[in-house]
């Protein structure tokens, strides 16, 4: 199959071009490992494909209007705790340990 034939009916079948169904995907895995995972910025840019971290923080910065380190900061049920709830986290630091 061609490429153009390939694009046309990517775009038919998906409602979108490949390039831009495939760049969609990789911003998803990569907001999940950034919500998730306590890895390094430049290891989630290598994880989700890119070769350069600059390259995944512009692409990132376009669809999510924000950088992936402020998205990380400002995602609520992020913590380096693991994937505790922010009000599991709340609950647990502020009930006292009680001892009998």
């Given at each position: 199959m061609?490429?153009?034939s390939f694009s046309f009916y990517f775009r038919n079948m998906m409602g979108q071009a490949s390039l831009d169904y495939l760049t969609e995907f990789r911003m998803q895995q990569a907001a999940q490992l950034l919500r998730e995972q306590s890895v390094s910025l430049s290891e989630i840019a290598a994880i989700v494909g890119y070769d350069s971290y600059n390259a995944f923080a512009?692409?990132?910065?376009?669809?999510?209007?924000?950088?992936?380190?402020?998205?990380r900061k400002l995602e609520p049920n992020r913590t380096r705790l693991g994937n505790m709830h922010a009000d599991e986290r709340h609950l647990r630091r502020s009930t006292p340990a009680y001892t009998t």
């Amino acid at each position: 199959m061609s490429r153009a034939s390939f694009s046309f009916y990517f775009r038919n079948m998906m409602g979108q071009a490949s390039l831009d169904y495939l760049t969609e995907f990789r911003m998803q895995q990569a907001a999940q490992l950034l919500r998730e995972q306590s890895v390094s910025l430049s290891e989630i840019a290598a994880i989700v494909g890119y070769d350069s971290y600059n390259a995944f923080a512009k692409a990132f910065r376009k669809r999510r209007a924000c950088t992936p380190n402020h998205y990380r900061k400002l995602e609520p049920n992020r913590t380096r705790l693991g994937n505790m709830h922010a009000d599991e986290r709340h609950l647990r630091r502020s009930t006292p340990a009680y001892t009998t």
